[in-house]
């Protein structure tokens, strides 16, 4: 890299490894050629931590510039925790906020922000950072319901006419064991697409229980996951990935319809698991005829998988957990039951494809 170009041009024209920035390129941060960037964190949860910590170490001139979240203590706790590691990039000194009007304070002093907070407000927040000019990582889900998402839609189309980078957290996108399976699928390997199946089955999810002196709407924040208009219930928060999976086979092109069911059989106790399901069952309908079936459970003592399988008119593809795939011809029908065609699919070198 030639020594008269500055780090901000070489970061537009780049690929910044890690979690967050992973496979797009970071437009300029400050018309100027300071080196640093100024990170802030609105949701210091675990997930909030976690893609600070990845940006940290994406960037060894992003220093972590401020902290919000809803609740003092929490924020608190992340101020002090994400120094273990990085003491001398996290300069936050008393940019410490809380409330759920806080992220703008972030906002305000910060390049970069990372929208980890409940996903019911991160909506607002990413339209006030972008309508401040601002970078952003926003976590999935986007949104919770049809107003936010249209929401997030609209933010998307500002920060791509200010030429900002907006990031999500869809982080299969980014696995290259995944986008390799994809592309191939993508790419016509398997033919035209004719149905799929999306799974994400898996065991109960946590509680988050009252705190003494605790309003209802406090209660409801603290344990978010468990409240759909906060969540948007695990179909959306969880099984997102999934979903965006059979999204990509299809070519980013959304269903002409959909129709579903849900229930709630295992957690049941109140006021801990708040109003939303633990099974759901969902039918996306193309035009052309393909179907994709998307099933996902939180419920123990249950079989689980977390998988995306395809089918085609020239073979089927499965993009797995962890980059775990596999591409295989028609040939795989001659198969006489559905164990010596997994075994086949496993012990089959050229379309077994181990994480790198």
Known sequence: MSANISRRVFLNKRTISGTLFCGLA????????????KVGLVGCGGRGRGAAQN???????????AVADAFMPIARAAAEGLKDGFEDRVDIGDRIFAGLEAYKKV?????LVLLCESPGFRF???????????HVFCEKPVGT???TVRSVIES???AKEKGLTLVSGLCWRYDLNVKDIMERVCGGEIGEITSARLNYLGGRAGTRP???GDTEMQAQVRNWYNYAWLSG????????????KGLWAMGDVPPATCYGLGARMGRVEQPDYGDIYDSMASVFEYPNGATLYSYCRQQDGCWNENQAYFSGTKGFANAGLWGRGYISDLNILNCTNRFAATSTRLTTANIWRKRR
Request: glycine fraction near 4%.
């Open 233 to 244: 219930d695990f179909n959306v928060e969880q099984h997102v990935h999934t979903l965006d």
């Open 145 to 147: 319901d049809a107003p």
């Open 55 to 65: 940006t940290l170490n994406a960037d060894p001139n992003s220093k972590i510039y």
């Open 26 to 37: 970071l437009a300029p941060v400050h018309a100027g050629e300071r080196n640093e960037i």
């Open 107 to 111: 906002v305000d002093c910060c390049d």
């Open 124 to 134: 607002r927040s990413l339209a006030y950072a972008v309508e401040q000019g601002k």
């Open 156 to 158: 998307s189309k500002i």
């Open 210 to 212: 009252r705190l003494e």
